[in-house]
T-cell receptor, first 113, second 115 residues
Framework: SQKIEQNSEALNIQEGKTATLTCNYTNYSPAYLQWYRQDPGRGPVFLLLIRENEKEKRKERLKVTFDTTLKQSLFHITASQPADSATYLCALGKSGGYNKLIFGAGTRLAVHP | DTGVSQDPRHKITKRGQNVTFRCDPISEHNRLYWYRQTLGQGPEFLTYFQNEAQLEKSRLLSDRFSAERPKGSFSTLEIQRTEQGDSAMYLC?????????????FGPGTRLTVL
């Protein structure tokens, strides 16, 4: 069955450092991958989309890579700030559909001053 | 606020009761999704509407669950004869039809507690 794995343990880093979150998947061939941020008690908020034919995407301090051979996406936040502390979810989707997303369990990031 | 809204934000009910949640998507979005999220997990897809048509239902959506989007605008999710296992956050999301891989805009969710 389809499986998406994200770092199950919280990631603790110092302010100013780069946070790197991992999303691995098996038994799935996504056409695209999306990353969302979720704060406690709130709905997810879209951050970035990367398609299967793209290797890397950047948006301000965020960078996403997508390796369909390794079946892995890496999500980087550079110059991290305490305000970046949240849970980050990766979500996979297939082409030809209506954007039904399969989510990972998320990784909690804590950025310490 | 022109985002996705959900009502109520919290619902506490006793086992066996029926509950109904409402979602108002972003007005120009014709795609609407319901997800369920339990603690420590990501959202799980429940069902999808394009305009008023319900095009897919997850196996997670048992016979006790029903969703509607009567005029292609707001949607309701009803759970009949609630069970303790139904306790979760119910999230609604909407997206436009412009691209298949469009970002989804999520509402704040309705947290259901079944006692």
């Amino acid at each position: 069955s389809q499986k998406i794995e994200q770092n199950s343990e919280a990631l603790n880093i110092q302010e100013g450092k780069t946070a790197t979150l991992t999303c691995n998947y098996t038994n799935y061939s996504p056409a695209y991958l999306q990353w969302y941020r979720q704060d406690p008690g709130r709905g997810p908020v879209f951050l970035l989309l990367i398609r299967e034919n793209e290797k890397e995407k950047r948006k301000e301090r965020l960078k996403v890579t997508f390796d369909t051979t390794l079946k892995q996406s890496l999500f980087h936040i550079t110059a991290s700030q305490p305000a970046d502390s949240a849970t980050y979810l990766c979500a996979l989707g297939k082409s030809g559909g209506y954007n039904k997303l399969i989510f990972g369990a998320g990784t909690r990031l804590a950025v310490h001053p | 606020d022109t985002g996705v809204s959900q009502d109520p934000r919290h619902k506490i009910t006793k086992r066996g009761q029926n509950v109904t949640f409402r979602c108002d998507p972003i007005s120009e979005h014709n795609r609407l999704y319901w997800y369920r999220q339990t603690l420590g997990q990501g959202p799980e897809f429940l069902t999808y509407f394009q305009n008023e048509a319900q095009l897919e239902k997850s196996r997670l959506l048992s016979d006790r669950f029903s969703a509607e989007r009567p005029k292609g605008s707001f949607s309701t999710l009803e759970i009949q004869r609630t069970e303790q296992g139904d306790s979760a956050m119910y999230l609604c999301a909407s997206s436009s039809n412009a691209q298949g891989d469009n970002e989804q805009f999520f509402g704040p969710g309705t947290r259901l507690t079944v006692l």
